[in-house]
């Protein structure tokens, strides 16, 4: 779909909302079995070099839908993004700049596991452009991290806080679950205090979930009932309140200003271009009016094909010369497809009721192209239960609408 498409069946001329960038790296050292992400266990040698021309081809070819727009943030996910050196950071971050230029406050954040972390690698980062990490912890319990099959334990999850302070990193995110196989509330807490004695400035707590496609799908481990659940989640939030992080998202808890901008233009329905195998986007077109999402095809090896690489040419260091075609155009792209005009509600829903702070009501024609009186029964109907806020000019979630959120997208289905 192009900017000269037919005219969509929204009402409202659509505003051009904030831009981000997404960035997907497939690889990691070994799968977890909860993982649903687009990671791929691998051995031997990265294709880094490859990989980080594909990426920079894949911005190249959607370098159009910026805009004129600035970067605001940058997200480095996976895998584990962390296994890349800080030499090809500095190469891709320095390339992105001049295809899609970043705002002067831009927030670039990388992923990085405590079984990766190296003090003198963090440094690199720091120096290639990253200026937050989001340390994958889960837990600090050994037992826990075992069953989770993660590759470091307590102390280096500690020691990986350690190496993001020294290494400049005044801002970073900790990583926890809860809700684990036979985890007590003691237990939820006890990992939420190891956290906070790392002083994150931004903490991610979030319950386990089953997900399709996962070992945990196929052999479920057996996790605390329902109740007990809600006990962890009314504890946990009750502690680190106390602590100075205040939750503003259903699963993110931050000390004052310290949000994460990247995950707060998802959640108030921005723009963002997607990167790299498997990399979803979400796009304003302003000329089709039109919200379309990109998925970049999955596999690594047709994501490096498509930039001219042979599968088996993708191991630098093996000696083996990198094969690209730069007269054929790359193609990443696996599917564009225009979110329909029905749809929209619960898409923007999705993501504004995620925060406690909801998001205010012009922002709804102005980011889906549709009046407010296309959900005005449905705001009613939440409102009058309770669900959610009274205020006319917000669509916010009351602390009990938080704490049924599926009931609350469930009305604009």
Not at 43 to 48: A, C, M, Q, V, Y
Not at 174 to 195: E, I, K, N, R, V
Not at 199 to 220: G, K
Not at 230 to 238: F, K, S
Request: with cysteine; charged share 20%; aromatic share 8%.
């Amino acid at each position: 779909m192009t900017e000269s498409s037919p005219t969509s069946a929204l009402t409202f001329a659509l505003t051009l909302p904030p831009l981000s960038l997404y960035i997907h790296v497939p690889w990691c050292v070994r799968k977890c079995p909860y993982c649903d992400f687009n990671s791929h266990q691998r051995d031997g040698d990265l294709p880094e070099d490859a990989y980080i021309d594909a990426l920079l081809a894949d911005l190249r070819a959607d370098a159009h839908y910026a805009r004129d727009r600035r970067l605001q943030s940058i997200f480095i996910g996976g895998g584990t993004p962390s296994l890349l050196s800080a030499r090809a950071y500095d190469r891709l971050l320095t390339e992105c700049d001049r295809l899609v230029p970043f705002a002067g406050d831009v927030e670039i954040t990388l992923e990085a596991n405590p079984g990766t972390a190296e003090q003198e690698k963090f440094r690199g980062f720091r120096a290639a452009g990253i200026n937050r990490l989001s340390i994958g912890v889960q837990s600090f319990d050994a037992a826990q991290l075992r069953q989770l099959g993660r590759i470091h334990d307590g102390g280096e999850a500690l020691r990986a806080a350690d190496f993001a302070r020294n290494a400049g990193f005044d801002n970073f995110n900790l990583d926890l679950m809860f809700g684990l196989p036979g985890q007590t509330t003691a237990q939820a807490l006890a990992d939420l205090q190891a956290a906070m004695g790392c002083t994150p400035a931004h903490l991610s707590w979030y319950q386990l979930t089953i997900e399709p496609n996962t070992e945990f799908f196929r052999r479920p481990p057996v996790l605390p009932h329902d109740d007990a659940i809600a006990e962890m989640q009314d504890a946990g939030i009750a502690l680190l309140a106390g602590h100075g992080y205040a939750r503003y998202e259903i699963s993110a808890y931050a000390r004052p200003g310290r949000q994460a901008r990247h995950n707060l233009n998802y959640w108030t329905f921005g723009d963002y271009l997607g990167i790299g195998a498997g990399a979803h986007g979400k796009l304003t077109l302003t000329g089709a009016n039109a919200v379309v999402r990109t998925r970049k095809t999955r596999m690594p090896e047709h994501y490096l094909a498509a930039a001219g690489v042979r599968s088996e040419d993708t191991s630098p260091a093996s000696g083996s010369a990198i094969v690209t075609t730069a007269s054929t155009p790359a193609r990443f792209t696996a599917e564009t497809k225009p979110v329909p005009a029905d749809e929209l509600p619960l898409e923007f829903m999705m993501n504004a009721l995620r925060l406690s702070g909801g998001v205010t009501a012009a922002s709804f024609p102005a980011h889906t192209g549709l009046p407010l009186a296309t959900i005005a029964t449905e705001l009613d109907s939440l409102r009058r239960r309770g669900l959610l806020d009274a205020a006319p000019d917000r669509i916010q979630p009351t602390e009990r609408g938080l704490l049924y959120l599926n009931e609350l997208l469930l009305a604009f289905m």
